[in-house]
């Protein structure tokens, strides 16, 4: 079946810069897209979200853009700081259809001072 | 953390015995779900809850069943608990995001090591 697709890697960005994770998915039918923070031993937290009418969506220090074309979106973190160490994952769906969320693998972000 | 909390946040148990593991919400959400998380994939979905007494399977639902009397509990049983089911159970709720979207928010936890 389509599913997410997001590498493992671990990103280490030292503090101050700006990170970029990517994510790929499949399903071209997806229309909803969400990433995702997980602090270990932590359950998932919702960061931003994106729908597929924008090319760009901005948050507190974080940014979400999309590329239909490819089929692939990102998460600009700003200014990176200590607290932002962590696994962060996309997340797809369909909108009207809550159960029906996708998930990837996760990129480990590594801040070093 | 959406009002989720979820019991017992670590258990040990053994190959054949049941265990259930509960999650509570306080904010009256009508959808509910249960997630295993395990190294290399991304969050799985088991069971999910539509409200009280409706409920259908996902994506990885051999071996669990689940129960929903009231709202706010929605429970997970390991009928016979087996090793492959250790794992990191997450429960989650969704409320509408800005109106248009349900988006899904996770409770802390349960993680389960079966002997």
Redesign the interface.
């Known amino acids: 079946g389509e ?2 697709g ?1 590498h ?1 890697p671990t990103l280490s960005v030292q503090e101050g810069d700006n990170s970029i994770i990517n994510c790929a998915y499949s399903n071209s039918a997806s229309d ?1 897209f ?1 990433w ?1 923070k997980q602090e270990s ?6 960061i931003i ?1 994106i ?1 597929s009418n924008m090319d760009k969506r901005q948050g507190q220090r974080v940014t979400v853009l999309l590329n239909k074309t490819v089929k692939h979106l990102s998460l600009q973190i700003a200014a990176t700081q200590p607290g932002d160490s962590a696994v962060y ?1 996309c ?1 797809e ?1 369909i ?1 009207g259809t ?2 029906k ?6 990129t480990r972000l590594q801040v070093t001072l | ?1 959406a009002g ?1 909390t979820q019991s017992p946040r670590h258990k040990v148990t053994e190959t054949g015995t049941p265990v259930t593991l509960r999650c509570h919400q306080t904010e009256n959400h009508r ?1 509910m ?1 249960w997630y295993r998380q395990d190294p ?6 088991i069971h ?1 809850s ?1 409200g009280v007494k409706d409920t ?1 399977k ?1 994506e990885v639902s051999d071996g669990y069943s689940v129960s929903r009397s009231k709202t706010e509990d929605f429970l997970l049983t390991l009928e016979s608990a087996t090793s492959s089911q250790t794992s990191v159970y ?1 429960c989650a709720i ?1 409320e509408l ?1 800005k109106g ?10 349960t993680r389960l090591l079966v002997l």
Do not use: C
Request: aromatic share 24%; no cysteine; glycine share 16%.
């Open positions: 599913s997410v997001l493992l909803y969400i995702y031993g932590k359950g998932p937290q919702f979200d729908r994952f997340a769906n909108i809550a159960s969320l996708t998930f990837g693998t996760g | 953390d989720i959808y779900y290399g994939h991304g969050l799985r979905l999910y539509y259908d996902g997450f969704s995001n248009w979207q349900e988006t899904q928010y996770f409770g802390p936890g």
